[in-house]
């Protein structure tokens, strides 16, 4: 039988409500203790180039090489992102905050005007990230109010470097091992 979830729960707390569901906003918090690296999804669209930030990506298998990764329903990148379509997912620097700000606040117009970008598959394809890799669409399935969109891998590059870090609702960078 599963365990009912418990809002606010402290081990060795005071008696808690067992029965409710814990808000989005508590859930927001918690999710604001996952350190992840961050990316920037790019995919072509008819209206041209389409982008967002993204924290969730991640290694879904070396073989066949797959990516997995989450996307908001509202997005229009991933309006762009169809069944066999292909998209970009590059990640980024730890010099880059201002490219993930860029690409999660402005307009898909002022995103590509203020980059430079090659296509690979048809795909925009950002300059200067660490690396990048462009995937054929495999699935999309909506969970919540966002979706899982897997891609097989169709091309990377990687130029190495230290990647720019979201954790706590803040950009950070990595401490060098043994100077924390």
């Known amino acids: 039988m599963m365990q009912p979830v418990i809002a606010g729960a402290r081990t060795g707390g005071p008696e808690v409500d067992q029965t409710s569901v814990p808000g989005a906003q508590l859930c927001l918090d918690f999710y604001a203790g996952l350190a992840s690296g961050i990316a920037v999804v790019t995919a072509p669209s008819d209206d041209g180039p389409v982008g967002t930030t993204v924290s969730t990506v991640t290694s879904l298998s070396a073989d066949p090489p797959l990516l997995l990764v989450c996307l908001s329903h509202t997005s229009r990148t991933l309006a762009a992102i169809t ?91 990595l401490a060098e091992a043994g100077k924390r």
Request: hydrophobic fraction near 40%.
């Open 83 to 173: 069944p066999d379509s292909h998209f970009a997912v590059h990640l980024l620097h730890e010099e880059q905050s201002g490219r993930a700000r860029l690409f999660s606040t402005a307009t898909p117009a002022e995103r590509f005007a203020a980059e430079s970008f090659e296509e690979v598959l048809g795909v925009p394809v950002l300059s200067d990230t660490f690396a990048w890799s462009v995937c054929r669409t495999e699935e999309v399935r909506a969970y919540g109010d966002h979706c899982l969109v897997v891609g097989r891998v169709a091309a990377l590059h990687t130029a190495g470097g230290r990647p720019l870090i979201w954790h706590d609702r803040g950009f950070h960078t």
